[in-house]
């Protein structure tokens, strides 16, 4: 089942990419402006795939901005799914001339194939990061066992679901904010890795990303807790689905990455308006629209306009605090790394 269902997800990539090469074939013969301009832009976006209804209501606003500027239409092409699994499909070959991605090691994949420039972060507001989230504890209703913080999951009795760090983005934040529970309220590495590998044994699912964790706890009743996306939460709380969540006061700032990818921006004459759609991302008008689908807004006033879904977390820490992702992916998640330690440590226990 898996097997087939990650075949779906590359076929339809293929699909798209095809469908995206014949699209630049027939551009070459489109309508163009008295100055020589093309009529219409022709856009792509590969995104994660909590992020495509603020997309789709964001990308409209731009394209009647940009019309309204520049006499030139916008046709966006997108594309969502797993953070990893769109990094790997730009590599592989996906033209996009965007990327929004879960975690800034998604972007990095792309630059060591050589289609982003290395000092993507530095072309954008806020480190290129355009939305953020904290890792949310989801608990059964009226949530019966009173789990608060990430010390209450190692309770005696309580189980709780997460995906697999290995093959999951989003389990990648998870790890790293129980983590940083300990490392980032005075404690130290080695205590820290004894939190962790307790916390690890009272797993009930590691299930391979994150919808599939949540069909876990939801779904199939598996564990008393669900760690996940505080944006997940409210984006389904937008659906009309309510959930028992809390924010643990100790927690780790997820922060969403947006870049141009160079090499297919340069290769279909798209720079110009993939840049200032990435700038357009950043204006308080779409700042908002990701709030309303339950992101973290980057924009300090319109995140402030929204306190009351999003509180303030009284320790929050960033990626950066731990070392950065090239550091935290070969400690804790390459082959053989900590994370695998510890898995097998308590296989053998």
């Known amino acids: 089942m898996v097997r087939w269902r990650r075949f779906r997800v590359w076929f339809s990539l293929f699909l798209l990419a ?39 209501a964001i990308m409209p606003l731009f394209a009647a901005q940009w019309e309204r500027e520049h006499r030139q239409k916008v ?18 070959g996906l033209e996009a001339d965007i990327v929004h991605l879960s975690l800034g090691l998604d972007v ?29 504890l989801i608990t059964r209703e009226g949530n019966p066992k009173n789990l608060q913080t990430w010390q209450d999951l190692t309770r005696e009795g309580v189980t709780f679901v997460t995906a697999d760090p ?36 009272h797993v009930a699912a590691l299930p391979r990303d994150g919808r599939e964790a949540t069909d876990a706890f939801l779904k199939q009743g598996q564990g008393d807790a669900l760690i996940n996306y505080e944006n997940e939460v409210l984006l389904a709380r937008k659906k009309g689905q309510t959930l028992s969540y809390s924010i643990p006061p100790v927690n780790i700032l997820i922060e969403n990455p947006i870049a141009v990818v160079d090499r297919y921006v340069d290769k279909h004459g798209t720079r110009e308006v993939a840049q200032a759609y990435v700038e357009f991302l950043y204006t308080p008008q779409a700042q908002e629209i990701f709030a309303q689908y339950g992101f973290r807004p980057v924009d300090a006033a319109v995140l402030a306009a929204h306190r009351q879904e ?29 994370f695998d330690q510890i898995q097998q440590e308590n296989q053998a226990a």
């Not at 013969?29 to 992020?51: E, I, K, W, Y």
């Not at 046709?75 to 592989?92: E, K, L, N």
């Not at 960033?318 to 390459?334: I, M, N, P, R, Y």
Request: charged fraction near 15%; include cysteine; aromatic fraction near 10%.
């Open 18 to 56: 095809v469908g995206l090469s014949a699209l630049t074939a027939a551009c070459q013969f489109q309508a163009t402006l008295p100055d020589g301009r093309p009529a219409q832009v022709n856009l792509t976006l590969s995104s994660f795939a909590v992020t495509k209804k603020a997309h789709e």
């Open 75 to 92: 046709r966006f092409r997108t594309t969502y799914g797993p953070s990893g699994s769109q990094s790997r499909a730009v590599i592989d």
């Open 108 to 136: 990095d994949r792309i630059v060591k194939a050589g289609l982003i420039s290395p000092d993507w972060a530095s072309q954008a507001p806020h480190n290129s990061i355009v939305t953020t989230s904290v890792c949310a």
């Open 166 to 201: 290995k093959t999951s983005g989003a389990a990648r934040w998870n790890f790293l904010a129980l983590w940083g529970s300990i490392t980032q309220t005075g404690g130290t590495p080695a205590q820290a890795r004894q939190f962790v590998t307790e916390a690890f044994r």
């Open 310 to 338: 999003f509180p303030p977390v009284p320790t929050l820490f960033t990626v950066a605090d731990l070392g950065g992702w090239e550091k935290v992916q070969a400690q804790f998640f390459a082959d053989g790394a900590l």
